[in-house]
């Protein structure tokens, strides 16, 4: 969406949102097609949210227990019949007018979006309208979903059903918040399917939003639910019998809990989780967008991106060129309120980020990497100062044992390290039990797609980085997840398949 200068500053005065804005005032659990509070909520039991961009507490949030979530997981079953039953053009006819109503809401939902993970306003403009198109783009193929037909002996013959589960279970990490509720509704609901969503509690708002959204476009009531908690309520959610299906994106650790979670139902599961992806720079490439697919690889949204390639490996021949490079472009990042046009990094999510990024820095420090710029908090001035905003920092003198190496920080750090063969850094770029994403940058075609097919990872970039575009699947290898979002396939994770075999002549039996 392009804006000339003074509507822009209209949108801004409009919609620069606080504490007071009825997205952030009113309840927050979306319940058969409302906004509610949990009935049985206890003050014990709220948790604060916070604005990361100054810090302040906007409000005291009721955590979902076992009473509210029956009821809300009911709504759904009792909604699941009648959706189903709906021929898949008409599912998709609601996904297609929900998109457009998300566009028309675009300016309104990205502030929202602002306040609540801190990100750049053009980041989350951006998410809000790739979310739309991912709706959309669901709205479009489920008119098409189908089964097959096999001609058996005789004239006997099968044809297969494509079927949802039921009730699906979602659960989401605070990055990309509207993009996870509409990562798993979307497909879930153009196979037929009811949902219901937990956000995580640092990020609450948006995905009751898309309730307002989808129910606006006509969606029954009941088929899309939004509850509000923390690690309880996600248990609850996903142990519950009601649930057939599990989605997931977070971290490894809760990925695997709540897999084994699942298993004493046997109920489905698709992770998204972490990774420490491999981005690997030969000297060959274009340095000018080797430079900035570096910089799209680790400081988008404050370097809290699960797909960033954060192992930066580069041709020892160009790396000086390389590094030059990148950190004048590094510095000149503007740093500051995330509602500001210019600002490129924003606020990291919590104090716990924050810390947890900074001591990441240090460790490297200690086991000697070297840092060429960033790695500090930058104090801002009232009202930003309770904020957490830190430089963006590229560390080298890294080798592949150190921590920052190895372990996933999610926040804005790059290590930096050299490399002199092909077959050498391929090999170094798998040793990880990540598998989530990498890139390549070279002009040599032949190399680029030779080191795409063996790079043991779900995503693969050529001469770019972090782009998702509508229909490309996203997910892990390895211990990065199981099952793929944003595409065709996706539609597998959120049906099943039933075979009906149909007799046409007598039964041949030897009884
Ligand atoms: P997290 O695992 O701490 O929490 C994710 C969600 O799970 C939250 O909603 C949380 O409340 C809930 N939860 C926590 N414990 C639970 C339990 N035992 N049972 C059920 N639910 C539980 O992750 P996070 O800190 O919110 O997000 C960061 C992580 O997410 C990073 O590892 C990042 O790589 C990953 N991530 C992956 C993707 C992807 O698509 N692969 C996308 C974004 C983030």
Redesign the pocket.
Known sequence: MRLCSSCLRQFVRCYSVNALTPAVQQPLNFVNGHRVNPESAKKSQEFDLLSPATGEILRHVPSTGSHDLDKTIDSAREAFPGWRRLPGFERGQVLKKAADILRRRLEEVARVEVLDTGKPIWEARFDIAACADSIEYYGGLAANISGNFSQVANGSFAYTIREPYGVVGG??????PLQ?ASWKSAPALACGNTIVF?????TPLTAVMLGEVYKEAGLLDGCYSVVQ???E???L??NHSNIAKMS????????S??MA?CAKDIKKVTL????KSPLIIFGDCDIDNAVKGAMLANFLTQG????NGTRVFVEKKIVRQFLEKLVTKTRNMKIGDPNDEKTTIGATISREQAEKTLGYVDIARKEGATVLCGGERVSMEPPLSGGYYLSPCILTDCTDNMTVVRE?I?GCVMSVMTFDTEEEVIKRANDTHFG?AGGVFTKDLQRAHRVASELEAGSLYINNYNVYPVGVP???FKM??IGR?NGPETLDYYSQIKSVYVEMGDVDAPF
Do not use: D
Not at 198 to 202: F, M, R, W
Not at 248 to 255: A, M, Q, R
Not at 304 to 307: E, G, I, R
């Open positions: 659960i989401g990490a605070w990055n990309y996870m937990k956000p995580s509690p640092l908690g923390h690690t309520t996600g248990q959610l996903s997931f994106t977070g971290s490894v650790e809760t990925g809990r709540i979670s998204e989780l972490g990774g809290q991106v699960c797909s996933e999610f989530l996203f997910g892990g990065s997840g979002e």
